[in-house]
């Protein structure tokens, strides 16, 4: 079946400090990629996507992103966490030429001062 | 508006009573999608429109789920005999005309069945 990993439940890091979330993905082709972020009471805010070409996408908020086809993998990067960066983040996939978008379970990010 | 918008923000009901939740997309977005997320679960997909047409509803949990579009703009979500498994935070989305366009997202409602 279809679906996205996110392996970890919860990451804890301190401020400025590197994050990576890792993300895979089971498909057959190459989906569509997306990492969205969720703040407490919100709805969710893409920060990337990547549909095709450089395998390493710029977001948001300092964010990227690299697609390596070899793992089926799409981790989120940040070079320097910033406090306010604690949320939870969701991977999503779009299989090609389909409507219904696959999210992994999230992963919650904690940020110690 | 600006965003895609969600009514109630909060919602708390007596199991076995019905309820409906809201949702205004962004002017212009034909594609609108509803999704539940519930506590330590990620995003579980419910419907998705397109104008106001549902291709596939076979996300709906049950049959006491239904949804309708009107206009293409407005949705509604209609939970009826709610149970307490209803219980999560319902989101919609919408987005300019489906297929990989990024979905935007309301903040959601959060139902409570007691």
């Known amino acids: 079946a279809q679906s996205v990993t996110q392996p970890d439940i919860h990451i804890t890091v301190s401020e400025g400090a590197s994050l990576e979330l890792r993300c895979n993905y089971s498909y057959g082709a190459t989906p569509y990629l997306f990492w969205y972020v969720q703040s407490p009471g919100q709805g969710l805010q893409l920060l990337l996507k990547y549909f095709s070409g450089d395998t390493l996408v710029q977001g948001i908020k300092g964010f990227e992103a690299e697609f390596k086809r070899s793992q089926s993998s799409f981790n989120l990067r940040k070079p320097s966490v910033h406090w306010s960066d604690a949320a939870e983040y969701f991977c999503?996939?779009?299989?090609?030429?389909?409507?219904?978008?696959?999210f992994g379970t999230g992963t919650r990010l904690k940020v110690l001062a | 508006g600006a965003g895609v918008s969600q009514s109630p923000s909060n919602k708390v009901t007596e199991k076995g009573k019905d309820v409906e939740l809201r949702c205004d997309p962004i002017?212009?977005?034909?594609?609108l999608y509803w999704y539940r997320q519930s506590l330590g679960q990620g995003l579980e997909f419910l419907i998705y429109f397109q104008g106001n047409s549902a291709p596939d509803k076979s996300g709906l949990p049950s049959d006491r789920f239904s949804a309708e579009r009107t206009g293409g703009s407005v949705s509604t979500l209609t939970i009826q005999r709610t149970q307490q498994e209803d219980s999560a935070v319902y989101l919609c989305?919408?987005?300019?005309?489906?297929?990989?366009?990024?979905?935007?997202f309301g903040d959601g409602t959060r139902l409570s069945i007691l």
């Open positions: 999503a996939a779009l299989p090609s030429g389909t409507y219904k978008y696959i």
């Open positions: 989305a919408s987005s300019l005309y489906g297929g990989n366009q990024p979905q935007h």
């Open positions: 002017s212009g977005h034909t594609a």
